[in-house]
């Protein structure tokens, strides 16, 4: 394998599992980096009303998980692994192109963004979900 393809799966490894053990330290109860839980609220689900539940949030963080594992090339490099990370990929990418409120309405959230969600997602969101989705299609080429 290149460099270049070990250096996108080392990309999508480690943002995926850094997305992942988020989650888990959210569904421990900790409201960190916010100062609480409807500061975090309004920066991930866009209200103060909406902050999933301790099991929603361990489902996103084994999600995350399993997806760096898989973007790590955990599954080796067969078909099935292969269509795997191109899923993936397109995913992210779909989700970077079109944006929290569309990802929010397909959660099931009721309301309307905030303006603080809206500009996190604009500003990091949304680029991270990019990168994070080129690196882990470019990185499924056999």
Wanted: no cysteine.
């Amino acid at each position: 394998m290149s460099r270049g393809r070990q250096a996108l799966r080392l990309i999508g490894w480690a943002g995926l599992t850094a997305a992942g053990a988020l989650h888990a330290v959210w569904a421990s109860g900790s409201s960190w980096p916010a100062r609480n839980k409807k500061e975090l609220s309004r920066a991930v689900v866009g209200n103060s009303k909406a902050l999933p539940d301790a099991n929603a949030t361990l489902v996103v963080a084994g999600a995350a998980f399993a997806g760096g594992a898989i973007a790590a090339g955990g599954l080796g490099e067969g078909r099935i692994a292969i269509g795997l990370r191109r899923i993936m990929g397109i995913a992210l990418l779909a989700r970077a192109a079109a944006g929290g409120d569309a990802a929010l309405t397909l959660l099931g959230l009721p309301e309307k963004a905030g303006k603080r969600f809206r500009e996190l997602d604009r500003r990091y969101y949304r680029p991270l979900f990019g990168a994070l989705g080129l690196s882990v299609l470019l990185s499924a080429k056999k």
